[in-house]
């Protein structure tokens, strides 16, 4: 999801599926009425969740293919299959659609088209040294790539609003009572501390599996990988602090009916509150165009960009560890097997997943980091918000995700990531304990055909 493994957007833009009069699939036949410089290509996605940053890419892309015209169509993650499946199954859905790691990708691989062909072609025999390595073992199945990856997200820290926290002379919290103090003073203020969209799983996930790296690292990846239950102590632990966050008061209040995208975004990015879960797919945001678009977005007229800073996950535990980031390829583009227009489709996840050209453009958007070795942001050419605060700690954030191996959402089948949501809301809420909430956990994980060690 998560794209969670996601997944920043705003407002409106993601409280609706946007609508394109145009569909990719026609009639269901597989004739193609495209040529590799030429047609219509039509892409639905969850992200790029702003759709300036989608347009960006189009537009860098027409560059160079300037008739091939290519429609983003945004669907809001919770519509996501809703939307997709039905549309790809009738054959008059997109040409091509967002692919992510895990449950995704079981869901809708027999709609797509096996791209290992593709990615030969592009990049050569060796094309798997090429390419990060997790965005091709997240996005296989059964011996097919579903789709090539785009670029990488990463979890497991917070973002900050900088002039809230240089305004009340705070600084980012290290551990839980230091955020309870930060949450005290921003409430003094009448301001907002923290901000969740707890009626999200993957947003869910994210803030446990930090508590979890905080309690023991690499415990959630153990689990998920069946090499421990559910039922840990360790994870009994992480729900007990999760309850913590709430009785706390570091979680808003209504946080278990708030969704990530739009609410907790939006009252971030208009000033609401000082902190928010993200991963790095809202570096993004740091930049001067992005944050005034995503505030122009929210519908907040002539508001003034502010810095968003990245900042590591307090050690909420009091164990002394470092609560380790994890990711996942963000979202690779699968083509649709229904396609008409096969070869313009080719020529634009070509250029976008394996051209220096289309990773310099993902990677100068910094909304994912990019697939391609070798290819980093450009910061010469990036306008940020506050170059002196945040230029530093987003150089830092890229570099350190560049050596994490941890997944995200890869591991975990669908019926475990409900299961998820339903034990967090529940312990939040207080109808269930820590305890018997892992215990429902390990249940569903068992029931969902999970072998444990």
């Known amino acids: 999801m998560k794209p969670l493994k996601s997944l920043a957007a705003v407002a409106a833009a993601t409280l609706a599926v946007t609508g394109l009069a145009a569909c990719g699939g026609g009639s269901g036949s597989t004739k193609d009425a495209s040529s590799a410089t030429s047609g219509t290509v039509n892409w639905w996605g969850w992200t790029p969740t702003d759709t300036a940053t989608a347009n960006g890419y ?36 997109p040409d091509i659609f967002d692919m992510q790691p895990g449950a995704y990708v079981t869901q809708f691989k027999s709609f797509a088209e096996d791209q290992t062909q593709l990615a030969s072609s592009a990049l050569g025999a060796d094309w798997k040294t090429k390419i990060a390595p997790i965005g091709i073992s997240g996005l296989s199945a059964d011996g097919k790539l579903t789709a090539m990856s785009v670029g990488s997200v990463y979890a497991g820290m917070l973002w900050i609003n900088g002039d809230i926290f240089k305004k ?94 739009p609410d907790a975004n939006n009252d ?6 000082g902190m928010v879960m993200m991963g790095t797919w809202y570096t993004q945001y740091a930049t001067g165009k992005a944050m005034t678009a995503a505030l122009s977005a929210a519908g907040v007229s ?13 050690d909420v535990a ?23 227009a096969k070869a313009a489709a080719e020529t634009f996840v070509k250029w976008m997943a394996t051209s220096k050209e289309g990773q310099q453009s993902i990677a100068d958007q910094l909304n994912d980091l990019p697939s391609l070795q070798g290819v980093t942001p450009n910061f010469d050419q990036i306008a940020l918000v506050d170059a002196a605060s945040q230029k530093d700690p987003v150089q830092q954030l890229i570099t350190k995700a560049g050596s994490i191996t941890e997944p995200r959402e890869a591991l975990l089948s669908s019926d475990v990531q409900d299961g998820i949501l339903a034990t967090a809301t529940s312990v939040a809420t207080g109808k269930a304990s820590p305890e018997d909430a892992t215990k429902t956990l390990q249940q569903a994980a068992e029931a969902a055909g999970v072998t444990f060690k």
Request: proline share 6%; glycine share 10%; with cysteine.
């Open 318 to 340: 009091g164990a002394g560890n470092t609560s380790e980031m994890y990711g996942d390829a963000d979202f690779g583009l699968a083509i649709s097997t229904k396609t008409q």
């Open 268 to 273: 971030f990015l208009t000033g609401k509150y």
């Open 168 to 261: 009340y002379n705070l600084q980012p919290p290290t551990n839980l009572t230091e955020w309870q103090h930060v949450c005290s003073v921003l409430k003094q203020n009448k301001v907002g501390c923290f901000v969740q969209g707890a009626a999200q799983e993957g947003f869910d996930q994210d803030t446990l599996q930090s508590i979890a790296n905080s309690v023991q690292p690499g415990l959630w990846t153990k689990v998920s990988q069946g090499e421990a239950k559910w039922t840990d102590p360790g994870i009994v632990k992480t729900f007990s602090i999760w309850k913590q966050l709430f009785d706390s008061g570091i979680m808003q209040s209504g946080a278990v009916g708030y969704q990530q995208y």
């Open 58 to 93: 189009i537009a860098a892309f027409n560059k160079q293919y300037p008739n091939i015209k290519v429609n983003y169509k945004l669907v809001n993650i919770s519509d996501w299959v809703a939307a997709l499946r039905p549309a790809l199954a009738s054959g008059k859905g």
């Open 302 to 314: 002539g508001a003034k960009p502010f810095p968003i800073i990245p900042v590591a996950f307090p």
